[in-house]
Each structure stands twice: as C-alpha cells, then as structure tokens.
C-alpha cells in the first residue's frame, strides 16, 4: 500500500510527465508535477514529499542543481534521477549529489514503479531501525552527534555536513571498532541501485574527514583498514 504517499515528479516533457503521473497514480501515490526547475524547486520546499523523480535536462534550474538544493534541505526526501543522459559520469555525478536512484530513459514504467516501492520498503526499514536506535546524543572525544536534530558537533563548532555525510558518520559513530567494506557502505547508505560504484564512497568518506577528523592526531574519528575499508575510533582519539 502506498500509505497515500506524496511524489513530485519533475519532467519538462508533458506526455512523459503525464503518463508518469497516471502510472505512479495507478500504484496509489499522490502525484504533483512541475516542469521547470525553479518550479520543482518552491513546490518541495512549501510541501512535505515523500520521493522526486527527477528529469536532469530542465528549464530553469537544471536536475544537478536542483538535486544540490534538495540536499540541502532539512527534511531528506529520496530522489530517483530518470534522464535520457546516461554516461557513467552522469550517474556518479548524481550520487556525489545525493540521487538514491537513476533510470535512463527510455524507462519502462514497470520499473519505475519497482524502484519506487524498493525505495520506500528501504526507508521503512530504516525507520524502524532508527526507532529502534538509542536516540540520545553520542560523544567520542570532542565529537558529538544529536541522532534527533541531525548534527554534529565539533568542540564548541557546529559541522556542517549534508544528508549523505550525516548518514555515514552515525551510521560509523553507532557501530564503533567495525569495519566497513566500500560496498557495505554503498548498500547500507545509498541503496542496492549504486552496487558497482563503491569508489565514490572514497570521496564522501574524505570530505566527512576532513570536516571531522581536523588536523591533530587524537581526532582521527574515521580510519583506513589498508585493503579492507573504514571503521570508525572505538576510543574517539
């Protein structure tokens, strides 16, 4: 059941965005449509979306950007980038951006609409893990993580970090001294759609470093394990 979930779909083409709208509708979603970037972009922010689908080439403000600027929102909403642009940059491009998903078109819409429900059977579950989550602050050393307000601390310096950087690091901070293969990252944050692309994680985990680790030697939170992956200080120095 879609639990009358709201979807924004945002599509410059009137007769795909038409049958994407009447397909996701078929599958019990509440669908808006918006065609221009800007559009999209004040249509999300005055609305509390469930998942976009996203188009990149678009009026207005481009998909890429419009993908940056959801990112940056408070409120962390799924995006499935859908886009006649296919290259392997494209795709790694929109998970650097934070795309939990990407179809090239053409699309069947079968499988948009499996994507769709994938998605949300992964935010559910993660939900409910979550809840079932201590939900009080985590300290290691000077580093402290508020799991409800979705920030971290640095000392007395708040860190910023986006949606995806969050993730990862209560994601490390919540199971300390394990190690983490890139794929395992990959599944746990991004979801199965980005197996194959386990060497992006490589440049999330640097800037989440580099906001976190600093520059003296008993704030190196995140660690290497040569030829295995990532594991986060037990000891927090």
């Not at 006649?84 to 699309?107: M, S």
């Not at 948009?112 to 300290?139: K, N, T």
Request: proline fraction near 5%; charged fraction near 30%.
């Amino acid at each position: 059941m879609s639990d009358n979930r709201h979807l924004l779909v945002v599509e410059d083409d009137p007769d795909l965005a038409r049958l994407t709208r009447m397909h996701l509708e078929d599958e019990g979603y509440q669908v808006a449509v918006e065609s221009d970037g800007n559009e999209a972009l004040e249509y999300a922010r005055g609305h509390r979306l469930d998942l976009v689908v996203l188009d990149l080439m678009l009026p207005g403000m481009d998909g890429l950007e419009l993908c940056r600027q959801l990112r940056s929102e408070p409120h962390y909403v799924p995006i499935i980038v859908v886009t006649a642009r296919g290259t392997e940059f494209d795709r790694v491009l929109g998970l650097e951006l934070g795309a939990d998903d990407y179809l090239p078109k053409p699309v069947s819409f079968r499988e948009l609409a499996a994507r769709v429900r994938a998605i949300f059977r992964r935010v559910d579950a993660l939900a409910r893990q979550g809840s079932d989550e201590p939900q009080a602050p985590i300290v290691r050393g000077e580093l402290r993580i508020d799991p409800v307000k979705r920030s971290a601390c640095l000392g007395a310096r708040e860190v910023e970090l986006t949606a995806k950087e969050f993730d990862l690091l209560i994601h490390f901070a919540r199971n300390p001294g394990r190690v983490y293969t890139r794929h395992d990252l990959v599944e746990s944050i991004w979801g199965p759609a980005y197996s194959g692309y386990e060497h992006t994680v490589n440049s999330h985990i640097n800037r989440l470093r580099g906001k976190i680790n600093g520059d003296g030697p008993r704030q190196k939170f995140i660690e290497t394990v040569w030829g295995v992956g990532y594991r986060f200080n037990e000891k927090g120095e």
